[in-house]
């Protein structure tokens, strides 16, 4: 059965540093992969997807994410973070028929971020 | 704002009763999923519609069900309400099925069950 593991429930980082958000993930096939952000009481944004193809994936917001299939992760990186970037972010595994298809996506529990001033 | 509305917002019920949630999808989505997010927990994927039959189903018992209508909103009913139900209640809309489609999220119905 597929599964994400995101290690970190809460992260604390100060305004204007680097960020880094661990995500790993058991999948029997290829995976297909996401980073979400949601904001209290909003829906989730998506930051990025990575299908296949360049291992380095860049999303919106100056976010951008790394595959890496030998160590099964995916981690969620911005070089500089902003107190907007305050958050839970969600990563995501689908399959072949995913990025919210039929057999839906399997979301981690998720990264809380705090951003100190 | 992504164009998917939810409704209502916020809702108490009783356990063992039953409830039903709508989702308005982005105008031109034929396809609609649920999800469902307890707290401190990730969403999980209770079922998607696609053209109005549904097209892909999670670990949720038969209780959960849903509708799809031909302007594409949908509902999603849940029967004999169960402390555990308690949840943020996610509907995404996509244009298609597909795995490339982009799902795009509501703000969610926030479901409490007494």
């Known amino acids: 059965a597929q599964s994400v593991t995101q290690p970190d429930i809460h992260i604390t980082v100060s305004e204007g540093a680097s960020l880094e958000l661990r995500c790993n993930y058991s999948?029997?096939?290829?995976?297909?992969l996401f980073w979400y952000v949601q904001s209290p009481g909003q829906g989730l944004q998506l930051l990025l997807k990575?299908?296949?193809?360049?291992?380095l994936v860049q999303g919106i917001k100056g976010f951008e994410a790394e595959f890496k299939r030998s160590q099964s992760s995916f981690n969620l990186r911005k070089p500089s973070v902003h107190w907007s970037d305050a958050a839970e972010y969600f990563c995501a595994v689908g399959g072949l028929l995913s990025g919210g298809g039929a057999d839906g996506l399997t979301f981690g529990k998720g990264t809380h971020l705090i951003i100190q001033p | 704002e992504t164009g998917v509305t939810q409704s209502p917002t916020h809702l108490i019920k009783t356990r063992g009763q039953q409830v039903t949630l709508r989702c308005s999808s982005q105008?031109?989505?034929?396809?609609v999923s649920w999800y469902q997010q307890a707290l401190g927990q990730g969403p999980q994927f209770i079922f998607q519609y696609y053209r109005e039959e549904e097209n892909g189903r999670g670990n949720f018992p038969p209780r959960f069900s849903g509708l799809q209508f031909p302007n594409y909103s949908s509902e999603l009913n849940v029967n004999a309400l169960e402390l555990d139900d308690s949840a943020l209640y996610l509907c995404?809309?996509?244009?298609?099925?597909?795995?490339?489609?982009?799902?795009?999220f509501g703000s969610g119905t926030q479901l409490s069950v007494l």
């Open positions: 999948y029997g096939a290829t995976p297909y």
């Open positions: 105008s031109g989505h034929n396809t």
């Open positions: 990575y299908f296949s193809g360049d291992t």
């Open positions: 995404a809309s996509s244009l298609a099925a597909g795995r490339d489609e982009k799902l795009f």
